[in-house]
T-cell receptor, first 115, second 110 residues
Framework: ETGVTQTPRHLVMGMTNKKSLKCEQHLGHNAMYWYKQSAKKPLELMFVYSLEERVENNSVPSRFSPECPNSSHLFLHLHTLQPEDSALYLC??????????????FGSGTRLTVV | GQNIDQPTEMTATEGAIVQINCTYQTSGFNGLFWYQQHAGEAPTFLSYNVLDGLEEKGRFSSFLSRSKGYSYLLLKELQMKDSASYLCAVIRGSNYQLIWGAGTKLIIKP
């Protein structure tokens, strides 16, 4: 148990589908993140939320839509995805959005395959 | 620009020692993390360096030289369970942006 739980673990979706990824943390952290991890590439930061407010959006296509209803939950809504969006999507949390020294706690990720 | 380089893959023998290097070019350096990630699992925190020198934690040690833009992770008495990817990440700037390397896949052989 890492303290950060992601569901589902695996997801296969068609390009016309709409689905959502869910992340939940019970660590009392104030910042949450969505990352994309593709094979042999660095982790790509997608979104950062601090105290439920989005503080960073790294030019992510609009087919990815985040939602943070409270400091414990984070969603990533997906629609009309492309095959190149297939990757491991990781959620992480930290004490605050600076994270320095405290480290980040990651979930186990959702393995997404777009067909 | 900002760039982090680490070897793509390394192989070592059970019981031996291995050193995984990470070099970086970035402005506004605020610290460096090492994470371990087993296949299909979450990355887990290993170490954090912000000052020059060696930080030892059991079988794992991490070294930082800020003037050289260089860090390494040293793993001693290797065990089969140490087979994983090791991710280097640098914190930069006043907003503490995290820049990640692509990771080093470490394969341990009996």
């Amino acid at each position: 148990e890492t303290g950060v739980t992601q569901t589902p673990r695996h997801l296969v979706m068609g390009m016309t589908n709409k689905k959502s990824l869910k992340c939940e943390q019970h660590l009392g952290h104030n910042a949450m993140y969505w990352y994309k991890q593709s094979a042999k590439k660095p982790l790509e930061l997608m979104f950062v939320y601090s105290l439920e407010e989005r503080v960073e959006n790294n030019s992510v296509p609009s087919r990815f839509s985040p939602e943070c209803p409270n400091s414990s939950h984070l969603f990533l809504h997906l629609h009309t995805l492309q095959p190149e969006d297939s990757a491991l999507y990781l959620c992480a949390s930290s004490q605050d959005h600076k994270g320095a020294g405290y480290g980040y706690t990651f979930g186990s990720g959702t393995r997404l395959t777009v067909v | 620009g900002q760039n982090i380089d680490q070897p793509t893959e390394m192989t070592a023998t059970e019981g031996a020692i291995v050193q995984i290097n990470c070099t970086y070019q970035t402005s506004g350096f605020n610290g460096l993390f090492w994470y371990q990630q087993h296949a299909g699992e979450a990355p887990t925190f290993l170490s954090y360096n912000v000052l020059d020198g060696l930080e030892e934690k059991g079988r794992f040690s991490s070294f930082l030289s800020r003037s050289k833009g260089y860090s390494y992770l040293l793993l001693k008495e290797l065990q089969m369970k140490d087979s994983a990817s090791y991710l280097c990440a640098v914190i930069r700037g006043s907003n503490y942006q995290l820049i990640w390397g692509a990771g080093t896949k470490l394969i341990i052989k009996p």
